[in-house]
């Protein structure tokens, strides 16, 4: 079956732009993950989704950073203002449950690059 | 807070040779741990977990990682490896530890690169 799939794979865009990064887990899972990748830092939780529950936004670096999910299918990404600092491959996860035994499978990643 | 910590962050082998990569994690309960592996212009892929019971765990690729509550440790070993594991290895566990759900915290990788 299909897996994790993000769009676009790589957005450049210059600082003080919106941009928005698309996710669409695997059909059927709950449980739906944001993580961001900067060059040298290793992977930065930003937002989990469960089912119907209220999002876990522990993770955002700032109030410029949303997401959103519709049901349990398709969330997006949104990053107001760009700063050059929000470089970053951002990778999307889902889960079947969401439970902390059960696996997290990743997309490719979208390649942001702010000038 | 949670933490994990990959001391190596790059590890140049030759082909056929052990190898095994680090990882200590910092909690005061119990922990799921994780060991996910990126191979070059692809996505994150689990490896291997440990959840409970057995503390060692294999991959069908031959890796093996134990993991050592005493010292907080979940290594990766492989006892001979080839050219197709040269990758980037990211140890991770779960937050909150003892958590029902919850988010993936992981070190900041090691880049295992085998030379023939």
């Known amino acids: 079956g299909a897996g994790v799939s993000q769009s676009p794979s790589n957005k450049v865009t210059e600082k003080g732009k919106d941009v928005e990064l698309r996710c669409d887990p695997i059909?059927?899972?709950?449980?739906l993950y944001w993580y961001r990748q900067r060059l040298g830092q290793g992977l930065e939780f930003l937002i989990y989704?469960?089912?119907?529950?209220?999002?876990?936004k522990s993770g955002l670096p700032s109030d410029r950073f949303s997401a959103e999910r519709t049901g349990e299918s398709v969330s997006t990404l949104t990053i107001q203002r760009t700063q050059q600092e929000d470089s970053a491959v951002y990778l999307c996860?889902?889960?079947?449950?969401?439970?902390?035994?059960?696996?997290?499978?990743f997309g490719p990643g979208t390649r942001l690059t702010v000038l | 807070a949670q933490s994990v910590t990959q001391l190596d962050s790059q590890v140049p082998v030759f082909e056929e040779a052990p190898v095994e990569l680090r990882c200590n994690y910092s909690?005061?309960?119990?922990?799921?741990l994780f060991w996910y592996v990126q191979y070059p212009n692809q996505g994150l892929q689990l490896l291997l977990k440990?959840?409970?019971?057995?503390?060692l765990v294999e991959s069908i690729n031959g890796f093996e990682a134990e993991f050592n509550k005493s010292q907080t440790s979940f290594h990766l070993r492989k006892p001979s490896v080839h050219i197709s594991d040269t990758a980037e290895y990211f140890c991770?566990?779960?937050?909150?530890?003892?958590?029902?759900?919850?988010?993936?915290?992981f070190g900041k990788g090691t880049k295992l690169s085998v030379k023939p």
């Open positions: 996860a889902s889960s079947l449950r969401g439970f902390s035994t059960d696996t997290q499978y």
């Open positions: 059909s059927g899972h709950t449980a």
């Open positions: 989704f469960q089912g119907n529950s209220a999002p876990d």
């Open positions: 909690s005061s309960v119990s922990v799921y």
């Open positions: 440990y959840l409970s019971g057995s503390t």
């Open positions: 991770a566990v779960i937050n909150p530890p003892g958590g029902s759900q919850g988010n993936l915290i």
